[in-house]
Every structure is written in structure tokens, then in C-alpha cells.
């Protein structure tokens, strides 16, 4: 699964540096240096000198404090004395290596221990989305959903493996104690080792096993391979198409999750680097079945989620065919659900709402639109063997996964 913020404006840096070398913080001209060096490291363009002066009134505050503007915006430290501590943040509105601001920092002050904060900045939020904690490099990754109303999520790291800015965003992998690897996308995360069936599972099998014949399917998103790993345990599937915009997901996952890419290398797999909605073109009575492991409904991933994209994929489906679609906490968005439920019954007679559990999620679940041309996933179940075991789908998952909470079958209106 991927899920994406909205653009970002800049990033932020924050270092607290402990136990300093005494002499280098209280001495002016290093601390110039510092900035300086640091610049031309990161290739900020400088406008003036490094202003830094002292301050405090007391031997408890006192120390110096350094501002330094740059092109994209300006870094600032403050240093205190009695401590021996220094406070640094870096912000630009361009992209610069983190990490390696970090490690010069750390090692120009010679400070015994430091913890860094690695913000991301973005551009706007819509409603009810709340900004997220991007990275706390070897501390924890928090994701705040509706931080409004005090909600976060918070999975400690215990090793950066990569950190990755494409065209579209910023993709990172951590070594985590109790999910063991974890992948996220700007800052919001996508999957864990320990749960990621609980979701790739429930994408692709409750479709599979109602329609009678899948020969032909297509994943938009799903870059990393949990969905199609899973679509393709079935002989019957013939051809997969898989389209996602950005390789770099597919990139990592292949180096840092085998149990996904091994999907990759199934010749039934054909893989497409483009935008879903542009991929769909003018398709007509192609597919079997369409699996849209999308992102976020925000940023560029808004348009599959629109009454146009809906339109389009039941056009490219086959006179019995169904689609599948990621689709949002039943706890945090029901405003958003009912609403594109309404917009997928404009064309397709079944729609419903089905949901997985899943622990690294926020609210511990998430969603999906069932839309089918013909079949219901109720009186048209149709259990077919996978080859390999599964480990969360069954059939009794599979009749409970439709049923809804009485608050959710009242937003959700009819036919759920």
C-alpha cells in the first residue's frame, strides 16, 4: 500500500547536540565556520555573514546564538554554557541530505550523544488531516491522523536501511524491534513485515474468490508487490498488469522485502511506471478484475478517487467485472467513504465496504470499495485454493469482513 501527503514545502532539520567540546561553542569564530562549512556541504547559497551573538543575563542561559540565511530559508543554533549543549535547525525549501547534516553536525562539535528530528514540511492539509512526523532518525516514526483531536500512532526504529526522494516523494526503510522492516511514504507508513498480509491479502482474495473465472487483473499502485504477490497465487490469472508512477518503491522493495519481489519475477506480471488514471486511456471490456492499492486520497493520488476515474475502470472492466480500491479507516472517514461510495454507485449496481485489521495502521484498520458489475460478494462466494497458505484470509473472515458496525452502515447509507 502507498499512501501520499500533500507536496511538500520544505524540510527541518532539528539537532540536539549533548556534552559539546567546551571551546568550539564558545567561540564565535568556529561557530561561523561551522555554518559556513555546513553551506558548502549542502549547497546552500548563503545571503551574508553568519550572525552570532551572545546572550543571557545569567550563567545558567548564557551562550552564543547563530542565524545563518540561506536561498531556501535560514539554519539557527543556540549554545549553552552550562550545559555544554548546542541546539541546531536547518530548514530549506529544497532538498539536502538530512543524515549527512546530521553527521557533520555531531562531529564538528564533537558532542558525546545527539537526537535529530527530521520534519517534513508540506504545502497545505485538508480537512481532518493533521501533519505528520516525517522521520526521528534511530528513535521512533510518528504518524499523527487528526492531530487536532490527539490522535498518533508511534513505532520504534532501531536502524535507517534507506532514505530515498523521487519525483513524487520521499520513501524510507527502517529496521524496526517490533515489526521487524518497515517502509514509509513521506513520513506515513506503508507496511511492516509483521503485518503486511493482514492487507495485501484482503485486497486481492475476497474479489478473486466471487467471481467465477480471473484470468486477467490490474494493480494500480501497489509498487512494492504485496498485491500482486497475492493475485498471482492463482493459476487461473493469466496476465497481470501492474501500474505504478513511481519505480522507486518497486526499487527498494525488490532490495529490501524478497517476499514481494519475488512477485516480480512471475512472468504473468507485466509492470508499468505511469499515472494509473493515464494508464486506463481508453481501455474497454479488458479486465477481469482492477485493484487500485492506492495512496492517500490527496496530491497527485486524488484523481483515483474522482467520478471520472470510477467511470473510466468500469469501462476497462469486463461485463462482469469488479473493482477493488483502498479506502480509509472506517473509524477516522466516514465523511470520505460515504462520499465516494455514492460516487461508485453512479455506475456500478454492487457496491460495499468491507474492512481488515491490521496494528500499524492508525485506528488498527483499514478499508476497501467492493464494486462489481454482477457478483455479490456475499451469495456469489465462490472459495477457490491458492497455492501457496494464506495467513489472515479464510472463508469465515471473508462473509465477517462485510459486516458493518451499526454507526458505519448508517454513514455509509444503502446497500453496505
Same mark, same amino acid.
Given at each position: 500500500?502507498?499512501?501520499?501527503?500533500?507536496?511538500?514545502?520544505?524540510?527541518?532539520?532539528?539537532?540536539?547536540?549533548?556534552?559539546?567540546?567546551?571551546?568550539?561553542?564558545?567561540?564565535?569564530?568556529?561557530?561561523?565556520?561551522?555554518?559556513?562549512?555546513?553551506?558548502?556541504?549542502?549547497?546552500?547559497?548563503?545571503?551574508?555573514?553568519?550572525?552570532?551573538?551572545?546572550?543571557?543575563?545569567?550563567?545558567?542561559?548564557?551562550?552564543?546564538?547563530?542565524?545563518?540565511?540561506?536561498?531556501?530559508?535560514?539554519?539557527?543554533?543556540?549554545?549553552?554554557?552550562?550545559?555544554?549543549?548546542?541546539?541546531?535547525?536547518?530548514?530549506?525549501?529544497?532538498?539536502?541530505?538530512?543524515?549527512?547534516?546530521?553527521?557533520?553536525?555531531?562531529?564538528?562539535?564533537?558532542?558525546?550523544?545527539?537526537?535529530?528530528?527530521?520534519?517534513?514540511?508540506?504545502?497545505?492539509?485538508?480537512?481532518?488531516?493533521?501533519?505528520?512526523?516525517?522521520?526521528?532518525?534511530?528513535?521512533?516514526?510518528?504518524?499523527?491522523?487528526?492531530?487536532?483531536?490527539?490522535?498518533?500512532?508511534?513505532?520504534?526504529?532501531?536502524?535507517?536501511?534507506?532514505?530515498?526522494?523521487?519525483?513524487?516523494?520521499?520513501?524510507?526503510?527502517?529496521?524496526?524491534?517490533?515489526?521487524?522492516?518497515?517502509?514509509?511514504?513521506?513520513?506515513?507508513?506503508?507496511?511492516?513485515?509483521?503485518?503486511?498480509?493482514?492487507?495485501?491479502?484482503?485486497?486481492?482474495?475476497?474479489?478473486?474468490?466471487?467471481?467465477?473465472?480471473?484470468?486477467?487483473?490490474?494493480?494500480?499502485?501497489?509498487?512494492?508487490?504485496?498485491?500482486?504477490?497475492?493475485?498471482?497465487?492463482? #493459476?487461473?490469472? !493469466?496476465? +497481470?498488469?501492474?501500474? $505504478?508512477?513511481? %519505480? *522507486?518503491?518497486?526499487?527498494?522493495? =525488490? @532490495?529490501?522485502?524478497?517476499?514481494?519481489?519475488?512477485?516480480?519475477?512471475?512472468?504473468?506480471?507485466?509492470?508499468?511506471?505511469?499515472?494509473?488514471?493515464?494508464?486506463?486511456?481508453?481501455?474497454?471490456?479488458?479486465?477481469?478484475?482492477?485493484?487500485?492499492?492506492?495512496?492517500?486520497?490527496? #496530491?497527485?493520488? !486524488?484523481? +483515483?478517487?474522482?467520478? $471520472?476515474?470510477? %467511470? *473510466?475502470?468500469?469501462?476497462?472492466? =469486463? @461485463?462482469?467485472?469488479?473493482?477493488?480500491?483502498?479506502?480509509?479507516?472506517?473509524?477516522?472517514?466516514?465523511?470520505?467513504?460515504?462520499?465516494?461510495?455514492?460516487?461508485?454507485?453512479?455506475?456500478?449496481?454492487?457496491?460495499?465496504?468491507?474492512?481488515?485489521?491490521?496494528?500499524?495502521?492508525?485506528?488498527?484498520?483499514?478499508?476497501?470499495?467492493?464494486?462489481?458489475?454482477?457478483?455479490?460478494?456475499?451469495?456469489?462466494?465462490?472459495?477457490?485454493?491458492?497455492?501457496?497458505?494464506?495467513?489472515?484470509?479464510?472463508?469465515?473472515?471473508?462473509?465477517?469482513?462485510?459486516?458493518?458496525?451499526?454507526?458505519?452502515?448508517?454513514?455509509?447509507?444503502?446497500?453496505?
Amino acid at each position: 500500500m502507498q499512501k501520499k501527503g500533500f507536496p511538500e514545502w520544505g524540510l527541518l532539520t532539528s539537532i540536539d547536540l549533548f556534552k559539546c567540546n567546551p571551546k568550539t561553542i564558545r567561540d564565535k569564530a568556529k561557530i561561523q565556520a561551522y555554518a559556513e562549512k555546513l553551506c558548502n556541504l549542502l549547497k546552500f547559497k548563503r545571503f551574508g555573514e553568519t550572525e552570532v551573538v551572545h546572550f543571557g543575563s545569567s550563567k545558567k542561559v548564557e551562550g552564543y546564538s547563530m542565524v545563518q540565511f540561506i536561498e531556501s530559508s535560514l539554519l539557527s543554533g543556540h549554545f549553552a554554557n552550562a550545559s555544554n549543549n548546542a541546539y541546531i535547525d536547518i530548514f530549506s525549501c529544497g532538498d539536502y541530505d538530512s543524515k549527512k547534516a546530521i553527521n557533520f553536525t555531531k562531529k564538528f562539535f564533537r558532542a558525546k550523544s545527539a537526537v535529530s528530528n527530521v520534519l517534513l514540511r508540506k504545502m497545505g492539509a485538508s480537512a481532518g488531516e493533521a501533519d505528520r512526523i516525517f522521520e526521528i532518525p534511530n528513535s521512533w516514526v510518528f504518524e499523527s491522523y487528526g492531530l487536532e483531536e490527539g490522535r498518533t500512532t508511534g513505532i520504534k526504529i532501531s536502524k535507517e536501511l534507506a532514505m530515498e526522494k523521487s519525483p513524487f516523494q520521499r520513501i524510507a526503510v527502517f529496521e524496526t524491534p517490533a515489526f521487524g522492516r518497515m517502509m514509509t511514504i513521506d513520513g506515513i507508513v506503508q507496511f511492516t513485515e509483521f503485518d503486511e498480509f493482514s492487507y495485501h491479502e484482503m485486497m486481492a482474495h475476497p474479489a478473486i474468490n466471487v467471481k467465477p473465472k480471473v484470468e486477467k487483473v490490474l494493480i494500480i499502485g501497489g509498487g512494492d508487490g504485496g498485491v500482486a504477490r497475492e493475485v498471482l497465487k492463482y #493459476g487461473q490469472v !493469466k496476465r +497481470l498488469d501492474l501500474c $505504478d508512477i513511481d %519505480k *522507486k518503491v518497486t526499487e527498494l522493495s =525488490k @532490495k529490501f522485502f524478497p517476499s514481494f519481489a519475488a512477485a516480480f519475477k512471475d512472468k504473468r506480471l507485466h509492470l508499468f511506471h505511469m499515472d494509473g488514471f493515464k494508464f486506463l486511456g481508453k481501455k474497454e471490456n479488458e479486465y477481469d478484475l482492477i485493484i487500485v492499492d492506492s495512496t492517500d486520497p490527496i #496530491g497527485f493520488a !486524488k484523481s +483515483l478517487f474522482k467520478k $471520472d476515474f470510477f %467511470k *473510466k475502470a468500469f469501462g476497462a472492466l =469486463k @461485463k462482469d467485472g469488479i473493482l477493488v480500491s483502498q479506502m480509509e479507516s472506517v473509524y477516522y472517514d466516514r465523511r470520505f467513504i460515504s462520499k465516494t461510495l455514492t460516487q461508485i454507485r453512479a455506475f456500478f449496481p454492487i457496491v460495499r465496504y468491507y474492512y481488515t485489521l491490521i496494528p500499524t495502521y492508525p485506528s488498527g484498520t483499514i478499508g476497501f470499495a467492493f464494486a462489481s458489475k454482477k457478483y455479490c460478494p456475499l451469495k456469489d462466494y465462490n472459495p477457490k485454493k491458492p497455492s501457496k497458505p494464506l495467513k489472515y484470509y479464510n472463508a469465515g473472515i471473508h462473509k465477517a469482513c462485510f459486516a458493518l458496525p451499526e454507526f458505519a452502515k448508517n454513514a455509509f447509507g444503502r446497500g453496505v
